[in-house]
Nanobody
Framework: QVQLVESGGGLVQAGGSLRLSCAAS????????MGWFRQAPGKEREFVAS????????YYADSVKGRFTISRDNAKNTVYLQMNSLTSEDTAVYYC???????????WGQGTQVTVSS
């Protein structure tokens, strides 16, 4: 059974930074692609970033390229999202997810709120 627990959200001023963490349980973490998604009020959930098990492949939404960095530590079963130059448009609940079936995120965390004040 996979469990994902996000942390690190909070309130930050525009231009500031936050680092989100996602701690995963289960023995499949090191081989699994991990992703970060977000959902703003009144909007659909959207993809933010993903990272392959080996960290070789990383993908980002255009809206966060150059500002956000995804990374992982397989020894700690943890994936991170470093968010810099935050704007009010980044305000959302951020979710960590783990790929089960290839191309499908089967496991989700409970989310962590990020609020950027302008």
């Amino acid at each position: 059974q996979v469990q994902l627990v996000e942390s690190g959200g909070g309130l930050v001023q525009a231009g500031g930074s936050l680092r989100l963490s996602c701690a995963a349980s289960g023995r499949t973490f090191s081989a699994a692609t991990m992703g970060w998604f977000r959902q703003a009020p009144g909007k659909e959930r959207e993809f933010v970033a993903s990272i392959s098990g080996s960290s070789v492949n990383k993908y980002y939404a255009d809206s966060v390229k150059g500002r956000f960095t995804i990374s992982r530590d397989n020894a700690k079963n943890t994936v991170y999202l470093q968010m810099n130059s935050l704007t009010s448009e980044d305000t959302a609940v951020y979710y960590c997810a783990q790929e089960g079936v290839v191309g499908t995120y089967n496991y989700w965390g409970q989310g962590t709120q990020v609020t950027v004040s302008s």
